[in-house]
C-alpha cells in the first residue's frame, strides 16, 4: 500500500512510499525476493535514519507469536517487550534485561543492542539464543551457533521473522527512587551508585515518574511490578510540569501495582 510514515517521536519521515505488513513468512519471502530494496522496521522507536529506505519498508506487527519451551521462548517480530513480559510473568519466567519502555519490539531492541540497565546484566541482545531471518535472495535462514554479530545487525541481516531468547524464573523486585540527586554527588562515585542495585537508572525527571512513586512509599506503599512508561503524546505533563495529572493517571490505570 502506498502511504509514509514517520518514526515514533514524529522527528522525520521515512522515505519509502510503500509499507507492507505481512502476515506470513512465506509472504516476507515473496516480497523480499520481488524487491530491489528491503528494510524491516519495528515500533520505528529509533532516532536515527537507522531503519530508512527509499525501498519497501517491511512492518512486522501482525506477527505476534510467541511459544515457550522449557528455559527457552520463541517470538515473532511483531512481539513488544511488553507483551512479551505478560505472557511470561502469567507462566513463572522473566527475562535478565528489560528496556525502559515496554512498547518496543524484542527483535528491534535487540538488533540495536537496547542497553537495558544493571552493571552485571548483559544488554537485551545478549539474551538471544538463535533466529530466523529472510536472506536478500528470499530464502529463510535459520541460526542456532555462531550467532555473534548476527543479532546485532542494525537491519542489515536481512527481515528477521522470528527470535529465540533465554528465560529464566520471574522474580520481584523493589524500587527505590532517590529524587534531587545533584550531579556532583556522582561525580567520582558513579560506579559505585551503579553497583547499587540489579538495576539502576538515572533520569531527568521530566514526567515526576520519581516524586510519583516517592510519594506512595512516603505513606507506607510498596511498589512492585513495572512501571509502563506511558510518553505517548496525550500523557506528556505541559512544560512546566502537571504533576496533578501523572498521579491520577498512575491510580487510575495501575492500582493493582501497588500494594499496601
Ligand atoms: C543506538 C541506540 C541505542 C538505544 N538504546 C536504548 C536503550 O538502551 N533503552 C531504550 O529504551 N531505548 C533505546 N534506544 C531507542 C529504542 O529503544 C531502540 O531504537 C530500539 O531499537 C527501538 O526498537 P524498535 O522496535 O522501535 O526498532 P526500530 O526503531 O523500528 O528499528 C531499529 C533497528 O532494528 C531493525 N529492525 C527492526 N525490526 C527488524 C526485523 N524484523 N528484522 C530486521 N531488522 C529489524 C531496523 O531495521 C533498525 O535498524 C536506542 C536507540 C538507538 C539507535
Known sequence: MSQRIANWAESFTFSASNVHRPRSVAEIQSLVSGSTRVKAIGTRHSFSRIADT?????????????????????????????????HLHGMGLALHNLASLPHISVVGGCATATHGSGDKNGNLATAVRGLDFVAADGSLVS??????????????????????????????????????????????????????????????????????????????????????????????????????????????????????
Open 54 to 86: 527509499d525501498g519497501d519498508l517491511v512492518c512486522l506487527e501482525k506477527m505476534c507469536g510467541i511459544s515457550v519451551e522449557g528455559t527457552k521462548v520463541t517470538v515473532e517480530a511483531g512481539v513488544t517487550f511488553g507483551q512479551l513480559c505478560w
Open 143 to 260: 541460526l542456532t551457533d555462531n550467532i555473534d554479530g548476527a543479532v546485532v545487525n542494525l537491519g542489515a541481516l536481512g527481515v528477521v521473522v522470528r527470535m529465540t531468547l533465554a528465560v529464566g524464573p520471574s522474580f520481584e523486585m523493589r524500587q527505590d527512587v532517590y529524587e534531587d540527586l545533584p550531579l556532583s554527588a556522582l561525580e567520582g562515585r558513579f560506579d559505585e551508585a551503579t553497583a547499587a542495585g540489579y538495576s539502576v537508572s538515572l533520569f531527568t525527571d521530566w514526567r515526576q515518574i520519581a516524586s510519583t512513586i516517592d510519594a506512595f512509599q512516603a505513606g507506607g506503599w510498596v511498589y512492585r511490578g513495572i512501571f509502563v512508561w506511558d510518553k505517548t503524546q496525550g500523557v506528556r505533563p505541559a512544560m512546566g510540569g502537571d504533576e496533578i495529572v501523572v498521579h491520577q493517571q498512575v491510580l487510575q490505570f495501575f492500582p493493582h501495582r501497588f500494594a499496601p
